[in-house]
């Protein structure tokens, strides 16, 4: 069992920045790919970004690219979404998810473990 932690969300203004970390904990941190998503209230999930192993391959979703960095720290065993030029879409509850095999990285059911989320709030 994985157990996924998210911190560092809060509330920006516009234009502001924030970094989330996720942390690792349980089995040995060795899955294929690490995702980032995050759902606003009455949407859908969305896929914000996702970090390879060696964090060689990384991606992104249409709408945070060139805004948002993703990064991976295997010997912390955390990897990072660092948000940039935050606007008011961006607000959304944002969860950390590890999974086995990056084929299908921008959905959520290639992932097998999620933590419980943290809020981001960005004001106008």
């Known amino acids: 069992q994985v157990e996924l932690v998210e911190s560092g969300g809060g509330l920006v203004q516009a234009g502001g920045s924030l970094r989330l970390s996720c942390a690792a904990s349980?089995?040995?941190?060795?899955?294929?790919?690490m995702g980032w998503f995050r759902q606003a209230p009455g949407k859908e999930r969305e896929f914000v970004a996702a970090i390879g192993f060696g964090a060689i391959n990384t991606y992104y979703g249409d709408s945070v690219k060139g805004r948002f960095t993703g990064s991976r720290d295997i010997a912390k065993n955390s990897v990072y979404l660092q948000m940039n030029s935050l606007k008011p879409e961006d607000t959304a509850i944002y969860y950390c998810?590890?999974?086995?095999?990056?084929?299908?990285?921008?959905?959520?059911?290639?992932?097998?473990?999620w933590g419980q989320g943290t809020q981001v709030t960005v004001s106008s």
């Open positions: 349980g089995r040995t941190f060795n899955y294929a790919i």
């Open positions: 998810a590890a999974g086995y095999s990056g084929r299908d990285y921008y959905t959520a059911k290639n992932y097998a473990f």
